[in-house]
């Protein structure tokens, strides 16, 4: 009988690599969110209704970026409904998971929480039942200091300071039937390439010299058909998309490749 020997040893370093591969990913489905990380005035919570104990598993993970609010949610959501003051917070039918989305936890609350978790933030915007305005004006709800709008909208809530978010997802799995919004390649390629230009020139406008991420986010399958057909998606989208933006986010549930040394594989957990 043929033996085999693992030898594992965590200190034994062959090359780097970064450490966003190691990310994750956090969503409004089922007790992820509420009871998960989120149960205002619960005793294992602390005074803004952050589980402490999941805050405490998370830090010890060491997770070094979280993407929110999805997933397949983020195809529906919007995200003026996740902030401000909770008791002028709309509940909505949410049709990613068959729900009423309350939105007492939101887009404020996650960069807290993230804060506290020592995690950054990955921002997914949608690209499903909304577009390229939406997108801009989160951005600028999230990272301009102010003199604008949505900045200032965001300090009215409490948060004078920008979020400074650096890596932004240009929808969730657009590829996929299950997808609000379900977009072909060419449909997706173009919206997506329009928000990024759009992102940037608004980047632009806040700091000539500011600097972030944006990348396209797909489901995979090894092995399948449905591989063959995100790998078309990809190839035709990413003709519109490869001027502005060259990361690709793979999501597979057992594994994980790499495209192009200069794309980004995100590994969601």
């Known amino acids: 009988m ?6 594992i040893d965590k200190y034994f370093l062959t090359g ?12 409004h489905l089922g007790r992820a969110v509420y009871e998960g990380i989120y149960q205002e005035g619960s005793a294992l919570s602390d005074e803004q209704g952050l589980r402490k104990d999941t805050l405490a598993l998370v830090r010890e993970l060491q997770v070094p970026i979280v993407r929110y609010p999805g997933g397949n949610f983020v195809s529906g959501f919007r995200w003026e409904d996740s902030v401000g003051p909770k008791d002028q917070r709309p509940s909505r039918p949410e049709l990613a998971w068959g729900v009423i ?9 996650f960069v807290d929480w993230s804060r506290k978790a020592g995690s950054d933030v990955m921002m997914a915007v949608n690209l499903g039942t909304r577009g390229p305005e939406d997108a801009k004006n989160l951005l600028e709800y999230c990272n301009f200091k102010g003199g604008t709008y949505y900045s200032d909208l965001r300090k009215s809530h409490g948060y004078e300071q920008p979020h400074d978010i650096k890596l932004w997802c240009l929808g969730n ?26 992102m ?5 406008a806040e700091a000539p010299i ?13 092995l399948t058909r449905l591989t063959i057909r995100w790998i078309i998606f990809l ?31 995100s590994v969601m957990l």
């Not at 780097?16 to 969503?27: L, P």
Request: aromatic fraction near 10%.
């Open 173 to 198: 799995e657009m590829d996929g039937p299950w997808q609000m919004g379900h977009k072909t390649a060419a449909e997706y390629g173009r919206v997506a390439a329009e928000t990024a230009r759009l």
């Open 235 to 265: 190839c035709i989208s990413t003709m519109e998309i490869r001027r502005v933006t060259l990361r690709i986010s793979l999501h597979a549930p057992k594994a994980w490749m790499i495209l192009s040394p200069v794309w980004f594989p």
């Open 16 to 27: 780097k690599v970064d450490k966003r591969i190691f990310g994750s990913f956090i969503e």
């Open 210 to 222: 500011w600097r972030c991420r944006l990348l396209v986010p797909g489901s995979i399958r090894f």
């Open 200 to 204: 940037l020139r608004q980047l632009l």
């Open 2 to 7: 043929k033996k085999a020997e693992i030898i």
């Open 101 to 109: 989305e309350t939105n007492q936890f939101g887009l404020n609350e």
